[in-house]
């Protein structure tokens, strides 16, 4: 619900609620960077209209995306790696009822900074 205090949006999917936390701290948002920001950044630094970068970051973005439904691991010096997971099905309770309940076996990403991004974040 949009008006919720506690800055909880709550959905249904599959008979699952999902608690989503939005950031209400507008000091917050301004710290968080979004793709056309990055667009931004890189067509300022290297003298490249925006269309260009905007077709520069999409490129990655479809490289990334197919390689990592291959199977392949996406790894990026100084920055991280990047892999398909297969998360198992498994059994959770429905918190409307109280009944557990099967969620099917999917695909998520994981991330794993290196070392020197951590270094730099510390």
């Known amino acids: 619900m949009a008006g919720d205090p506690a800055g909880d949006i709550k959905t249904e999917s599959d008979g699952l609620r999902t608690h989503i936390r939005r950031h209400t701290d507008s000091s917050q948002k301004a710290q968080e960077m979004n793709r056309e920001e990055i667009v931004k950044a890189i067509s300022k630094q290297f003298f490249l209209t925006e269309a260009e970068t905007e077709e520069a970051v999409k490129f990655i973005i479809e490289q990334v995306a197919a390689r990592l439904k291959k199977g392949e691991r996406i790894y990026i010096r100084n920055f ?19 009944r557990m309940i099967t969620v099917p076996a ?10 020197a991004l951590l270094k730099k974040i510390r």
């Open 80 to 98: 991280g790696s990047l892999h398909k997971f297969e998360r198992k099905k498994r059994k959770v309770r429905n918190i409307d009822n109280g």
């Open 106 to 115: 999917n695909d998520t990403i994981k991330f794993r900074p290196a070392a």
